[in-house]
């Protein structure tokens, strides 16, 4: 799609720094994407407002362009939920590890995660209070914090967590997403774990799905239910011996 504007939503805790996680060759061939910026103030809005902003300033931005959306873990569910409000400006949706509503199946049980989206779901207070306390942590000790993520690491990530420059890279990446990034994070996920598979039935774009089979993060059941609840899921492919981080890795390789 030579004449689509590509837009990249970063995963949670993310940044743009994701595209800079493999080397100099991704890098570069990724440097035409626009990541859209979701760290702001605003966590007092509405889903629904929340996500019809995002898109008005897609459109401000780019208001006769063709757009495809590519979004990466969490940043699937901010990518899918915007496209529902750019309509038939977005000609093609791509998603890489991606975190499906959690409605859609049992999949809370099997995700890494499960300890932080309980506790958003049922205490929105206290999720504030363990967020500032990992933008504490990042502050101060990102490898320790980097550690603990990656310690069930599963597939090819394995590989990954111990490459030197991907643990720098990540390093920054979360030290910037729990602090400067912290209100558009806390807010995304409070915004996640409200339910949200009845906006699936508004999008009319086709969906491609990319997905690690080990992946532990997002299980690949979820991609799975994702694909049979979508209009017009167009492929899904599940990738042996790959997990979350190296799915994308492989998937930004390709392009």
């Not at 495809?68 to 977005?90: E, N």
Request: charged residues 20%; neutral net charge.
């Amino acid at each position: 799609m030579p004449d689509a504007q590509i837009l990249y939503f970063h995963g949670l805790p993310g940044s743009a720094g994701e595209l800079h996680l493999f080397g100099k060759d991704i890098a570069e061939s990724t440097s035409s994407f626009h990541v859209v910026s979701r760290a702001g103030p605003g966590a007092g809005e509405s889903a629904s407002d929340y996500f019809a902003g995002l898109a008005a300033d897609i459109h401000r931005r780019f208001p006769a362009t063709p757009l495809h959306l590519i979004g990466f873990s969490l940043g699937a569910a901010a990518a899918l939920r915007t496209a529902v409000h750019l309509g038939d400006q977005v000609r093609q949706i791509d998603l890489v590890s991606a975190a499906g509503p959690l409605e859609l199946g049992d999949h809370l049980e099997c995700m890494a995660g499960a300890p932080v989206f309980r506790l958003a779901a049922s205490n929105a207070w206290a999720f504030g209070l363990l967020t500032a306390a990992q933008g504490l942590m990042a502050r101060r000790w990102p490898a320790r914090l980097l550690a603990m993520l990656f310690a069930s690491a599963a597939g090819a990530d394995r590989e990954l967590a111990t490459s030197v420059p991907f643990h720098a890279a990540m390093q920054t990446i979360i030290r910037t997403a729990l602090n400067e990034g912290r209100d558009g994070y806390r807010r995304e996920i409070l915004h996640y774990v409200g339910g949200w598979a009845a906006e699936l039935d508004r999008i009319e774009a086709p969906v491609a799905l990319f997905h690690g089979a080990d992946d532990n993060w997002s299980p690949v059941a979820m991609a799975s239910d994702l694909a049979s609840r979508l209009k017009r899921c167009t492929r899904l492919e599940i990738w042996p011996g790959l997990s979350h981080y190296s799915a994308l890795q492989a998937y930004l390789a390709r392009r």
